[in-house]
């Protein structure tokens, strides 16, 4: 998949397109059939399939205090729409000049004019343009007058709820990666380099990789099962989520105990898959205690939770 940075970048000798229009934060089950839909619309037309999609999000730069916690990096979104099978994708750098465009100006301008779409796809509750104006229904009214196919695609239900990226968060906040797995698709995941810590999990008897996340993590504090990826290799994990209050410290730690491993990984890139949660983070009387406690939990990372 070809990446674009900025509509500037865009080549103006590029052919005509089906866009897939969104944020896309997560790419859950939701975004996954927008892209599917521009995809399966370009084959049919002979078309380029393209997504077109904002970086920052627009609450980072309209309303940062309610800016939601990210659920994928650039780098990593990037690499998951690149699965459902488009063809390019350009990001397209979220300004308060963008946000002030009027929605029909959006559309003529950049969707038609610059990316030459003759096929335009989102979300049922896709907002775009000055004020969050643009919606399905104006996207709809522009097709018939600018001369593109406008598709919504209608909402994707699991566990009677339609899929979002806030349902994903909400999950997510309550702990529970097994409900946000059945709403992305895919296991939740962080990606970050291995760097060092105080090698307390050794001394412990439990060593841990520490890994510093691309972007926060959107759970709560506490213990859970994992898969790690390193390269190729996969493993087995239990990870801490947390401030170590045994040890009185305060800073946010990822520190992740790969079953069966041995080796170093410090400086090496490090993926992280939610698969449950096995309890809360709590302060332990003494070091002992903690110790029987992290063999408690590895026992049932191995037993299946």
Do not use: W
């Amino acid at each position: 998949m070809r990446i674009v940075r900025g509509l500037e970048s865009y080549p103006p000798d590029a052919g005509e397109s089906a866009v897939a229009l969104g944020v896309f934060d997560g790419i859950h089950l939701g975004h996954r059939a927008i892209l599917t839909t521009a995809v399966g619309e370009a084959r049919r037309h002979g078309l380029m399939a393209l997504a077109c999609t904002f970086d920052p999000h627009p609450l980072e730069v309209l309303q940062p205090a309610r800016a939601p916690l990210p659920l994928t990096s650039l780098e990593e979104r990037l690499a998951l729409i690149a699965e459902t099978g488009i063809d390019a994708t350009v990001v397209v750098a979220f300004t308060r000049d963008v946000a002030a465009m009027e929605p029909e100006t959006f559309v003529r301008d950049v969707l038609v004019g610059r990316l030459k779409a003759r096929a335009i796809v989102v979300g049922f509750n896709h907002r775009f343009g000055r004020g969050a104006r643009g919606d399905a229904e104006l996207l709809e009214t522009l097709g018939v007058r600018l001369g593109f196919r406008a598709h919504v695609v209608a909402p994707l239900v699991v566990d009677g709820i339609p899929v979002s990226s806030s349902e994903v968060r909400a999950a997510l906040q309550a702990g529970d990666v097994e409900r946000a797995a059945r709403l992305l698709g895919r296991l939740y995941s962080v990606e970050g380099e291995v760097v060092r810590g105080a090698g307390r999990g050794r001394t412990l008897g439990f060593p841990t990789a520490n890994v510093k996340p691309d972007h926060p993590v959107a759970l709560p504090a506490g213990v859970y099962v994992c898969q790690a990826l390193a390269g190729s290799e996969r493993y087995d994990a239990v990870l801490n989520l947390g401030v170590r209050p045994t040890f009185g410290e305060t800073e946010l730690l990822v520190e992740a105990h790969l079953l069966d491993f041995s080796g170093d990984l410090y400086g090496r890139r490090l993926r992280l898959e939610f698969l449950r949660r096995l309890r809360e983070e709590r302060k332990f009387p003494d070091i002992e205690a903690l110790r029987r406690q992290i063999a408690l939990d590895v026992a049932a990372a191995r037993q299946g939770g």
